[in-house]
């Protein structure tokens, strides 16, 4: 009698040792899984992470570094920057909207692809460093590229009345107001400038 107990509490130690590591084994595994699921998911944040900062480097990007009274009626010269990432782009791309609202709430837009006047003031646009519209020969620049400035030129006026002189420096100086410029591109986020005048109409004086 005395040997099956002495066995039969051999077998019992032995089943509770194998379930201890049975149920460790579990938890192990269990712990480990979730490791790994934890890893897993930190790894596909930092790609995604990494993707979209790799997107924000590539897409378009323009800023515009100064503006100044061009003529002293409605006309005005800016420089523009486009990021050194991005893709070409044309002229035709990149569109301009310009407004401002007198003081009793009138309000005065126009809007155009860069370069087109709409029956106003012809509209320059050329590379910093090379030839200007004073030059003979002189075109339009038609294609911009990553990482180039430009200057453009910007009438004033409306869509109704492109001969206007609304939201240009007469008007802003006459008003006491300011108006709002901003640049649309493709594949990348717009551009918005304020623009006050600095010393009234004086021509080469900023606006920005």
């Known amino acids: 009698m005395r040997r099956k107990a002495i066995k039969s509490d051999i077998h019992c130690a ?5 379930m201890v590591i049975f149920v460790g084994m ?3 595994t269990a712990i480990v899984s979730f490791t790994i699921i934890s890893v897993t998911e930190k790894i596909a944040q930092e790609s995604q992470r990494s993707a979209e900062d ?3 480097d590539v897409a378009n990007s323009v800023i515009i570094t ?3 009274v061009y003529d002293d009626y409605d006309d ?4 523009m920057e486009f990021g050194a990432t991005g893709e070409p782009l044309t002229r035709e791309e990149v569109l301009y909207v310009l407004t ?3 003081h009793d709430g009138d309000y005065f837009y126009r809007s155009a692809a860069l370069g087109n006047s709409g029956m106003g003031s012809p509209i320059y646009v050329w590379e910093v ?7 003979p020969g002189f075109t339009n620049v038609d294609n911009f590229q990553p990482g180039a400035r430009y200057f453009f030129t910007l009438d004033g006026g409306t869509q109704a009345t492109p001969g206007g ?5 007469v008007h802003l100086d006459t008003e006491g107001i300011s108006a709002n410029l901003w640049l649309h591109i493709p594949n990348g986020p717009s551009t918005h400038q304020i623009l006050t005048l600095s010393n009234g109409l004086e021509i080469g004086s900023q606006i920005i």
């Open 66 to 68: 100064g503006g100044w």
């Open 129 to 135: 460093g090379s030839d200007g519209p004073d030059d």
């Open 54 to 56: 790799v997107r924000r």
């Open 100 to 102: 401002c609202t007198e």
């Open 165 to 169: 002189n609304q939201c240009g420096p």
């Open 76 to 79: 005005m010269l800016f420089m």
């Open 26 to 28: 579990i938890l192990l």
């Open 14 to 18: 032995i089943g509770l040792g194998a």
